[in-house]
């Protein structure tokens, strides 16, 4: 079994959420004052060097970011449980703690998630403008999860449409085992196929791609990304800052698609998501 430690990342309670989008996509847990997400320990030297990198656009000392022995599960899970309660995301998903009661009203779309060390609770601007799109959207038979974290974005494309399959994708395998347990939980583990397989690995072309990752890895991952859309298919692109909104629609739309809208979080307007079409 692999041995995990814990990289810490200090930092102010109202720049928490954004730097742990910046350091860890894949999913961070928020205590008080420390962003906080989990590698094998043969990665940490790599993760830390990352991680202090991505905190200097925020101001922060590469001090700030430190490597430490993870502590027991049933500590980080006690940690959930403080900041993780109940939430209504966009106007009909709701995220349930697996540890709390919720009546659903008429028409909500419940989607029930516990904490990994790997995972998205949905609480951030750029999973919830990529969940919106999804809402809005109309139905499609087949879609891809790219980076999928938690796998909260293909459960909730199951359980909005309940004749599509999916695949979700990531490769990271705290990702791929949070995204399977969830989606099993959710009752969708059979038509969301969770998988530890970068998107050159996959043969297959889509309706639907939702991809919230950071910029650089859309830009990385232009061309791949526009060879798996179906033709008339729709791109979601989320965890963008909105200073990167045009450079990144601009580099999708000289590949060929089309740049139906711009989102911007009425939450948080530092965070935006593209909706592209092909053609």
């Known amino acids: 079994m692999a041995e995990w430690v814990e990289i810490v990342v200090t930092v102010a309670d109202d720049l928490a959420e954004d730097v742990a989008a910046a350091v860890a996509p894949n999913g961070a847990q928020l205590r008080d004052g420390e962003v906080v997400f989990w590698v094998e320990w043969d990665r940490q030297e790599a993760a830390v060097a990352a991680a202090r990198a991505a905190v200097g656009a925020f101001g922060l000392a590469p001090s700030a970011v430190a490597a430490r022995p993870a502590v027991p ?13 109940v939430e209504r995301v966009t106007d009909r998903i709701v995220i349930v703690p697996s540890w709390e009661r919720y009546e659903p009203s008429p028409g909500d779309v419940v989607l029930h998630l516990d904490p990994g060390m790997a995972f998205g609770t949905g609480s951030h601007a750029s999973t919830q403008l990529c969940l ?10 087949r879609f891809l999860d790219l980076g999928t974290g938690s796998g909260i974005l293909a459960i909730a494309a199951a359980k909005l449409w309940p004749d599509a399959t999916g695949v979700a994708v990531d490769i990271d395998p705290l990702a791929v085992d949070a995204a399977r347990d969830n989606a099993t939980r959710n ?37 791949p990304m526009v060879a ?17 909104v045009v450079e990144v629609a601009d580099a999708f739309v000289a590949a060929g698609l089309r ?17 592209l079409r092909a053609p």
């Open 132 to 141: 919106a799109a999804v809402e809005r959207i109309d139905p499609v038979d």
């Open 228 to 244: 798996r859309l179906a033709p008339g298919g729709t791109l979601v692109l989320s965890g963008l800052l909105t200073e990167q």
């Open 259 to 275: 740049r139906v809208r711009v989102d911007r979080s009425e939450r948080d307007p530092e965070w935006s998501s593209i909706e």
């Open 187 to 223: 009752g969708v583990g059979a038509r969301v196929e969770c998988a530890l397989r970068p998107i050159d690995a996959i043969g297959e072309r889509f309706p639907l791609i939702l991809a919230n990752i950071q910029a650089p890895v859309h830009l990385a991952l232009r061309d």
């Open 73 to 85: 599960e049933s500590e980080w899970r006690d940690a959930w449980k403080r900041y993780f309660r």
